[in-house]
Structure formats: structure tokens, C-alpha cells
T-cell receptor
Framework: GAGVSQSPSNKVTEKGKDVELRCDPI?????LYWYRQSLGQGLEFLIY????????KSGLPSDRFSAERTGGSVSTLTIQRTQQEDSAVYLC?????????????FGPGTRLTVT | AQSVSQHNHHVILSEAASLELGCNYS??????LFWYVQYPGQHLQLLLK??????LVKGIKGFEAEFIKSKFSFNLRKPSVQWSDTAEYFC?????????????FGKGTHLIIQP
């Protein structure tokens, strides 16, 4: 079956612009996760959703970052007023349920470059 | 909060050599432990996982890992590596019921297998 898909695969934007990244999880997976992979910081967990709710937003790097999920499926990660330090690969993962004991399946990522 | 340390950032081996990649975590409670692999140009995929029970777990492609609770370690091993094992390897930890449910990753080990 289809895996986790993300769009766009690459995004180049100018500093100060807003960007929206999309994640389409595996059908039937109720939990969805966002991570960021960068050279300096490695893989960082940002936020997760169980259904449409995100119980803990403390992993988001700043208040310029927000995420939403509607209909229990597609999620968008929005970065406002992008900065050069936001350049990274943004990964999405989904699992059957949240709770730590379910395998997370990762998408191919969106490579964001802020110029 | 949990943390993960991978001791080797770059490892170069010849084909048929044995492999051991170190991983230590810092967390006082019950943890779930994972090894993920990222082949060049591909998604992150799960190699193996430990939740409970037998501390020696076997994964795909001949990999195995041993959970040693007293040492807070979860080292990855393979008796005889192949050129196709060239990839980035990530150790990760999750605390079930810890609230965030996201994975905490180590910085990764870049493994190069020379033919």
C-alpha cells in the first residue's frame, strides 16, 4: 500500500516568507509526527498528533512554527517569516496509534532552503 | 527528558567484517528502543525495535541488537557486513506514556562499507 507522502519534495524560499509543508499519512494511521533533520542538530522531534489534536507543542522551535491536522488525515506544518536557520529536511511519520509502542513509518521529507 | 548518544559518527569497514555500533541512552524509566537506517536517497526505515522481553532482538537484513539495562545501552551488531549496508544508522528512544510520544534520536553513524 501507499506509504507516507510529503509535498513539496523541495522548497526554496526567501527569508521572511511563509511556507507550508504537507504530510499525507498512511491510511488508517491515527498518529502523525513531524521531525526536523539538520546538519547541526540531527533529527529533532517537533510535534505529534493523535487524531486531530496535538497534546504537546513544546517541541516546536519557535512561535513562528505551527501545525494542524484536519479530518484525522493530512497535516500541514507552517513556518512564518522563515529564517535561514529553518533550512533543514522536514520529515513526517505516521503510526497506527500513538503511545510509543507502534512503529513509526517515515515519509521522504521536504527539503527546505531559506535564502 | 531522554537523550541518546551514538559514539561513532563515521565508521569505515571492509566487506565481511563484523560491525558493532554503540548507542547509550539517558532515561531513568521504561523505554522503547529502536534502530533506524537511512540508505542513500531513501526514507528512514526501521531495522529493529525493543519493547520488552528477550533483550536480544533480531531485525531485518541480519542485524541484531542487545539491550543491556544496567549499561543503558542498545548496541547494533551484524556478524558480516555487505557493501549494501552503506547507510546512516540512527538509534532512537521513546518513553512509553512519557507524554510526547516522539522519538529522541542519536546524531547518527555514517557507515561506509568498502568492497
Amino acid at each position: 500500500g501507499a506509504g507516507v507522502s510529503q509535498s513539496p519534495s523541495n522548497k526554496v524560499t526567501e527569508k521572511g516568507k511563509d511556507v507550508e509543508l504537507r504530510c499525507d499519512p498512511i491510511s488508517g494511521h491515527t498518529a502523525l509526527y513531524w521531525y526536523r533533520q539538520s546538519l547541526g542538530q540531527g533529527l529533532e522531534f517537533l510535534i505529534y498528533f493523535q487524531g486531530n489534536s496535538a497534546p504537546d507543542k513544546s517541541g516546536l522551535p519557535s512561535d513562528r512554527f505551527s501545525a494542524e491536522r484536519t479530518g484525522g488525515s493530512v497535516s500541514t506544518l507552517t513556518i512564518q517569516r522563515t529564517q535561514q536557520e529553518d533550512s533543514a529536511v522536514y520529515l513526517c511519520a505516521s503510526s497506527l496509534m500513538a503511545g510509543g509502542s507502534y512503529e513509526q513509518y517515515f515519509g521522504p521529507g521536504t527539503r527546505l532552503t531559506v535564502t | 527528558a531522554q537523550s541518546v548518544s551514538q559514539h561513532n559518527h563515521h565508521v569505515i569497514l571492509s566487506e565481511a567484517a563484523s560491525l558493532e555500533l554503540g548507542c547509550n541512552y539517558s532515561y531513568g524509566g521504561t523505554v522503547n528502543l529502536f534502530w533506524y537506517v537511512q540508505y542513500p536517497g531513501q526514507h528512514l526505515q526501521l531495522l529493529l525495535k525493543y519493547f520488552s522481553g528477550d533483550p536480544l532482538v533480531k531485525g531485518i537484513k541480519g542485524f541484531e541488537a542487545e539491550f543491556i539495562k544496567s549499561k543503558f545501552s542498545f548496541n547494533l551488531r551484524k556478524p558480516s557486513v555487505q557493501w549494501s549496508d552503506t547507510a546512516e544508522y540512527f538509534c532512537a528512544v521513546n518513553a512509553p506514556g512519557g507524554g510526547a510520544d516522539g522519538l529522541t534520536f542519536g546524531k547518527g553513524t555514517h557507515l561506509i562499507i568498502q568492497p
